[in-house]
């Protein structure tokens, strides 16, 4: 399927805007997949998710410039930009590092609270993030931060093909693959435990906390590789790309597609995506008609597209392209 999609871009059937299109898409699908891990599969109630994606986005950011870009503030490059090409997945890998991070510190307070009361700490988290980027000068404070993009052109200099298409689709293929087999896994099934009766969890034995600190650092973890891609993607960020409208986006994904699907939030993601592109002539009037089909949706099939099942429970035969051995 990359092969195909690279194919179309050499020869101009994917323009521009269309892969802008598919990239965009692509990390909407992280970002929705990352969080139905602690929303859906762990039943906890965490909206900050644009909070991590930020700490993502600004870590691999100006991790790039450090590195093959320099500037006023962190001074000349440090390495020459042809080692651009080799460097780039482990830029994104600072990303997901330090959201990991961020997401171990929001993980603390959630051993004792659950519900409406976790939902309060992620949402004060993301406004945290928010506000101290905007109060950090060395990374643009309220304007912003660039000179991701000089990376970019870089790596496609080495070779002409769509490099951010290229690795927003592999981020996908990694996401899914990573939460599929932690969350199938023997594991990993003390996540879904804790959604049934996290007291019953503990008395079979199941590390509850621990279970808590993974789930929540591989999250936001994730969150921050998205947010890495999107840098890297527009070629600028700054604190105001990172509301609690970011939030709700993957709130609503997750929602649509069902609690504890992974397919529904890959399917939803797409699904919404293509909503926000139909509906911008809409302009600020599409954030009352998206809401008012999420209502229609609760109101008719409130599990989401997939409830909690996934698309080889439809189709079992899909079962066997990713069967572990």
């Known amino acids: 399927m990359l092969l195909g999609l690279v194919a179309m871009t050499q020869t ?3 323009g521009q805007y269309a892969q802008t299109f598919l990239c965009t898409m692509g990390i909407y699908m992280i970002l929705a997949a990352s969080l139905n891990l602690v929303n859906g599969y762990m039943g906890e109630f965490s909206c900050g998710h644009a909070g991590f994606m ?3 986005a600004y870590t ?3 991790v790039g410039v450090i590195l093959f870009v320099g500037d006023e503030n962190f001074g000349p490059a440090l390495l020459p930009m042809s ?7 482990l830029i994104l890998a600072t990303g997901f590092a330090a959201a990991a991070l961020v997401g171990l510190l929001v993980a603390v307070p959630s051993f004792k609270t659950r519900g409406d009361y976790l ?3 992620t949402l004060a988290a993301g406004y945290i993030v928010k506000s101290a980027l905007e109060n950090i000068e060395i990374v643009g404070g309220p304007r912003g931060f660039m000179g991701m993009k000089k990376v970019v052109l870089a790596i496609e200099e080495s070779l002409t093909v769509p490099w951010m298409l290229v690795w927003i689709f592999i981020g996908v293929v990694l996401t899914v693959w990573l939460l599929r087999r932690f969350v199938y896994s023997t594991y990993g099934k003390g996540v879904m435990a804790i959604h049934q009766d996290e007291v019953a969890a503990e008395i079979m034995s199941v ?7 993974v789930a929540f650092m591989l999250s936001s973890g994730l969150a921050g590789l998205a947010g890495g891609l999107y840098a890297y993607l527009i070629g600028f960020v700054n604190p105001a790309s990172f509301t609690i409208l970011r939030s709700t986006e993957c709130l609503v994904m997750v929602y649509l597609g069902g609690m504890g699907s992974l397919t529904g939030s890959i399917l939803a993601a797409g699904i919404f995506t293509i909503l926000l592109e139909f509906l911008k002539p809409l302009e600020q009037l599409k954030w009352v008609a998206i809401p008012m089909l999420l209502i229609v949706l609760m109101q008719f099939r409130p ?5 909690n099942r ?8 899909l079962k066997r392209f990713y069967r572990f051995k």
Do not use: Y
């Open 303 to 307: 599990e989401g597209l997939m409830g």
């Open 119 to 121: 939902a309060v700490i």
């Open 60 to 62: 691999a950011s100006i």
């Open 54 to 56: 930020a700490v993502g």
């Open 83 to 89: 080692l651009a090409p080799l460097a780039f997945p």
């Open 207 to 213: 590390n509850t906390n621990h279970m808590k600190l």
């Open 310 to 317: 996934e698309l080889s429970d439809i189709f079992p035969k």
């Open 12 to 14: 101009g059937l994917l």
